[in-house]
């Protein structure tokens, strides 16, 4: 991303156009996780340590194949098992690979408080630079999916990257490569889009799944993260994926009007006793009133 | 406290106002609000996130806000300790505040007399006792923000930005009051100690209550 982000859009002095303009265009990447081609075998959240450069951490057996409750500082990529009991009392395993959703309208760099901490490039990925990050915790409250987890060590938050460092270089992420169903698919946003639509359509009419449908969330603007679900009006189901997610309000109010209001109040709050001194001036008391007061 | 005596140099006899207990509070209390202040601005706006590098940068201003607020919030607890009595209403005081008009345009004379603290006072102090309290429950929530569930997160985001708004308020127009506005309130609250008049003119109930028994 360095490199394309220098890449020069005007030049002076220069007859015609830029010399090498446009032959790579920067594309919004997405990734597409289709739930139902997932087997639950876990080499993506293996591959993701392995190209992250994590040990693997300890797990936490809860009564199901997942490895632990929720993604982890330093565990980015997990499987969400939930068995649902359906309406003829059939159960399905449903697998769900739990990962940061690379918001188009990211709720934690909304909630962030620290320059550059977190940053979206050009290609959609939402990227924390632990650099800046102060370690405030303000990006847990932004996000509707639960993501970013807060390392006590160094104080710092993280998240997956979507392996910007491999995009970048032209290489999909660890996860996908590691996938060996081919549920995982890396493309454009507008490529996986269709090859969602496709697939969905597919389960809807050749294999019985009337709601299957594709998980793009518009309350966030779409997401760098894509599903398709066995049954898209249930998304819930799946370890708790929320139904629409948006920017809590909360966090909307708090970094929006809130924000022009306070800054209003302060402001005017100095400026009320700058007036005042002006018009009125202190309150003096002269010495020589303790007898002129004992006078009176 | 109710010593009267005259200051070698002084043209005039001084009284004790505060004693070292409370200044020790009051400016435990006032350093911490203000460390608590220039990092909370800094977190509160883009726009005012330089002020992070005045004491450390961001990650360390992230590092003891809360703890400042902690001593804050004690040291607050504790003034409520040394002055909880002093600071209730009396009808002394709603005479006042039905005057508060000449406090404020400075036609003293015209006010009704009152004890060792003026409804103002009172009212800030409650302000900040209930605004620390607030404070630290919220900040609690944003401090440990991974522990609790959405709804707790957002219901402390909103309090916590709600309380330091009010007492940011109440702190412009206490510091302008005790150093600008009301000369030698600053100078009580260093030394501990008023000039007779001072006392006379601004808490006459006080003063006579505390030089009767001389």
């Known amino acids: ?296 | 406290m109710s010593a009267s005596h005259v200051v070698p140099g002084s043209r005039e006899s001084r009284i004790v106002r505060y004693t070292f207990d409370e200044r020790i509070h009051h400016w435990l209390a006032g350093i911490s609000y203000v460390y608590c202040l220039i990092t909370g601005l800094a977190f509160w706006s883009p726009y005012l996130f330089w002020l992070a590098a005045l004491v450390g940068g961001g990650a360390t201003a992230r590092f003891w806000h809360p703890w400042s607020g902690v001593i804050f919030t004690i040291s607050v607890l504790w003034m409520y300790k040394l002055w909880s009595k002093d600071m209730a209403t009396t009808d002394a005081d709603r005479a006042w505040s039905k005057a508060m008009k000449y406090y404020v345009e400075n036609e003293d004379e015209k006010l009704p007399h009152i004890g060792r603290f003026n409804q103002g006072q009172k009212t800030f102090f409650w302000l900040m006792l209930y605004g620390a309290i607030l404070l630290l429950l919220s900040g609690l929530g944003l401090w440990f923000v991974e522990s609790i569930p959405a709804w707790l997160r957002h219901l402390s985001i909103a309090v916590h930005v709600i309380a330091a708004l009010a007492t940011i308020a109440g702190f412009i127009i206490h510091v302008y009051m005790g150093t600008a506005m009301v000369r030698g309130g600053f100078n009580a609250i260093v030394t501990g100690e008023v000039t007779s008049s001072w006392a006379r003119h601004h808490h006459r109930l006080w003063y006579e209550q505390v030089t009767r028994n001389k």
Not at chain 1, 92 to 114: I, T
């Open chain 1, 1 to 296: 991303m360095s490199q394309a982000s220098a890449q020069i859009r005007k030049i002076s002095g220069h007859p015609g156009p830029v010399p090498g303009a446009n032959v790579e265009p920067i594309y919004t990447v997405c990734k597409l996780i289709d739930t139902t081609t997932c087997i639950g075998c876990k080499a993506c959240e293996v591959a993701c340590l392995e190209w992250n450069g994590y040990p693997f951490r300890e797990t936490v057996f809860d009564n199901s194949y997942q490895t632990m409750p929720e993604t982890a500082w330093n565990y980015w990529n997990l499987i969400k098992f939930n068995e649902v009991e359906g309406a003829d009392g059939s159960v399905s395993l449903l697998m769900r690979k739990d990962q940061c959703m690379h918001c188009a309208e990211p709720g934690c760099l909304a909630a962030c408080p620290a320059d550059g901490a977190i940053v979206q490039y050009a290609n959609g990925i939402v990227d924390f630079q632990q650099d800046h990050c102060i370690g405030c915790g303000y990006c847990v409250n932004g996000c509707p999916f639960n993501i970013p987890k807060f390392d006590p060590a160094t104080k710092k938050m993280f998240k997956c990257t979507l392996c910007v460092d491999r995009v970048t270089e032209g290489l999909e992420p660890a996860c996908i490569k590691s996938c060996p169903t081919g549920c995982l698919h890396f493309g454009t946003k507008d490529d996986m889009k269709d090859l969602a639509e496709t697939r969905a359509q597919q389960l809807r009419e050749h294999y019985g799944f009337a709601k299957a449908g594709v998980y793009d969330p518009p309350g966030v603007g779409g997401t760098g993260v894509i599903y398709v679900l066995h049954d898209a009006t249930n998304p819930e189901a799946y370890g708790d994926l929320p139904k629409d997610p948006h920017i809590p309000w909360t966090v909307q109010i708090w970094k929006g009007p809130a924000k022009w209001i306070g800054n209003l109040a302060m402001v005017g709050g100095l400026l009320g006793v700058v007036l005042h001194y002006m018009r009125f001036g202190p309150k003096r008391v002269e010495e020589q009133e303790e007898r002129k007061g004992g006078e009176s």
